[in-house]
């Protein structure tokens, strides 16, 4: 099984380098592949992780790509995703892993049974929060924050403590910041109002 798994990601590695710049049609196409074979998303967001170039960039948009269409597709590789966001430093890398990350805690809220809400862990969880916290904190663009905040406001809606904290970041933070941040934090502000409220 393991040389199977080589292969794939071998045909993956080819695939990612062949492709000189990504474009939506090359993503597209790749996240295609990784849809139809499943199998080839442990390799996909392997070498999302594993390199710290360009392969890893392209990667990183396919696998936002892969996990937009299919989140359950994660599910059993939260582990390895959560234990390696601390280590990702390309601003273009993280804001994938920020949508990712935003697109698990929103399946996590669910009201329904979803794969990542039935074997998602505390300690995932954790790591989630911590590394959405310390992207909205740091100095990253408004796309980055907006994914963080949404994601900590999902998670909030079962961990009370997050609204609060949230809150306080984001009230101190809207004068200082551009109006998509403003839009988007007045927009989570509001849906803790409510959920205060009910």
């Known amino acids: 099984m393991n040389a199977v798994k ?5 045909s993956l590695l080819k695939e990612l380098n062949a ?4 474009t939506k049609s090359s993503r597209d196409k790749i996240a295609k592949t990784v849809l ?7 390799s996909l967001i392997e070498i999302a992780f ?4 360009d392969i890893s960039a392209k990667a990183c948009s396919i696998l936002e790509t ?5 989140i359950e597709y994660m599910a059993f590789n939260l ?5 390696n966001l601390p280590n990702v430093t390309d601003e273009s890398c993280i804001r994938s892993m920020a949508k990712i990350s935003n697109l698990v805690a929103m399946d996590y809220d669910s009201k329904f049974d979803s ?10 969880i954790s790591q989630l929060i911590e590394s959405n916290f310390e992207w909205l904190l740091s100095d990253h663009k408004v796309g980055i924050k907006a994914d963080a905040m949404e994601a900590l406001y999902y998670l909030g809606n079962s961990i009370s403590w997050i609204h609060y904290e949230l809150k306080m970041i984001l009230d101190k933070n809207i004068p200082n910041e551009s109006p998509g941040y403003i839009a988007r934090a007045k927009k989570i502000l509001e849906g803790i109002s409510k959920n205060q409220a009910a």
Not at 6 to 10: A, L, Q, V
Not at 50 to 53: E, H, S, V
Not at 115 to 124: H, P, S
């Open 115 to 124: 794969a990542i809400r039935l074997v998602i862990t505390k300690d995932q």
């Open 50 to 53: 594993d390199y710290d170039n």
């Open 36 to 42: 139809e074979d499943p199998t080839q998303f442990q």
């Open 19 to 22: 492709v000189p710049a990504l």
């Open 66 to 70: 892969v996990c937009e269409k299919r």
């Open 6 to 10: 080589g292969i794939s990601k071998f």
């Open 79 to 83: 582990n390895f995703f959560t234990d």
